[in-house]
C-alpha cells in the first residue's frame, strides 16, 4: 500500500501518524508506572502428551497433517503461520477465518489488511514480525475455537514460540489473550499490562476484526500498540 493510502487507512483508525516510521520506535519512554506483571500457566496439556518435532519445516508438515482435533474434518487446509522465523515480536491471533482456511495464510482478509497496517504504525514490515493464531484450522462457521480444541493445537504453537524466541507477544483480540492466559477476564482488564507466556512478556490489543467494527476503540488500539512497543524496549535486552 502507498504511504497516502496507508496514511488514510491509520487515519480511520483513529491513529495520528506524526512521526517517520523509523523515529516511532525509538521515541518511546518507559513503560509507565501502570504496567502489572503476571505469571500466567500455560494451558492445560492435551489429553495426549505429545511433542511436536523441533525442525520447523517437520513441524510445519505435522500441523498439515494433524488429525488431533474435529476441526481437521472441516478445514481446507491448516493455518501455520507467516513471517520471520527470527522474529522478536510475534503475533497471535484467534483462528483461521474463511479467506485464512482458503489461502492457508492467517490474517488475509479485512482484518489482515488493518493487521498489517498496525504492524507498520508501529515500524515495522509484515514480513520483519511472525504472525499465527491460537489455533491453526478454521472452525466452523468462526466460532469461537472450544477447550478442547485450543488444548490440542497449543504443542504446536508452544514449540513456535521455542523456535522463534521472540522479545514479545502480542495476543491479538479478546478470544486469543484469553486462551493463551487462561483466564476469563474482560480484555478491558488484561490490555496495558504486561503478561508472562513461557517467561516471555505478552501483551494484549484489541482484535483488529473488532476494530473494523467499532469507531470508538480505535484510539485504544493505538495505545496499545504503544504500550506494546514501550514493553519490547523494556524487554529486549
Ligand atoms: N482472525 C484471526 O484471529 N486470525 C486470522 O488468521 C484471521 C482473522
Avoid at 94 to 117: I, R, S
Wanted: with cysteine; proline share 8%.
Amino acid at each position: 500500500m502507498n504511504t497516502p493510502n496507508r496514511l488514510h487507512y491509520l487515519q480511520t483508525m483513529g491513529i495520528d501518524v506524526w512521526l517517520p516510521r523509523a523515529a516511532a520506535v525509538e521515541t518511546v519512554e518507559t513503560p509507565p508506572s501502570f504496567v502489572e506483571t503476571q505469571t500466567q500457566p500455560a494451558l492445560p496439556p492435551p489429553s495426549q502428551s505429545f511433542t511436536p518435532s523441533t525442525d520447523w519445516q517437520t513441524l510445519e508438515a505435522e500441523v498439515a497433517a494433524c488429525t488431533r482435533c474435529g476441526l481437521c474434518e472441516t478445514r481446507t487446509q491448516t493455518v501455520f503461520g507467516t513471517g520471520s522465523r527470527q522474529a522478536d515480536w510475534l503475533f497471535i491471533g484467534e483462528g483461521p477465518g474463511q479467506h485464512e482456511d482458503e489461502q492457508g495464510k492467517p490474517f488475509v482478509g479485512k482484518a489482515g489488511t488493518l493487521l498489517t497496517e498496525m504492524i507498520r504504525a508501529i515500524g515495522l514490515d509484515r514480513e520483519e514480525v511472525f504472525i499465527t493464531n491460537v489455533i491453526k484450522c478454521r472452525p466452523p462457521g468462526n466460532r469461537d475455537p472450544h477447550t478442547d480444541e485450543t488444548a490440542s493445537c497449543h504443542p504446536y504453537l508452544q514449540q513456535q514460540i521455542q523456535l522463534i524466541q521472540p522479545k514479545i507477544i502480542v495476543a491479538l483480540g479478546r478470544i486469543a489473550a484469553q486462551k493463551l492466559l487462561q483466564t476469563d477476564m474482560p480484555i478491558s482488564k488484561l490490555r496495558g499490562k504486561v503478561h508472562t507466556l513461557d517467561n516471555l512478556p505478552l501483551v494484549v490489543v484489541y482484535h483488529p476484526a473488532y476494530l473494523l467494527r467499532s469507531l470508538l476503540e480505535k484510539r485504544k488500539a493505538w495505545e496499545d500498540l504503544q504500550f506494546a512497543v514501550q514493553t519490547f524496549k523494556a524487554n529486549k535486552g
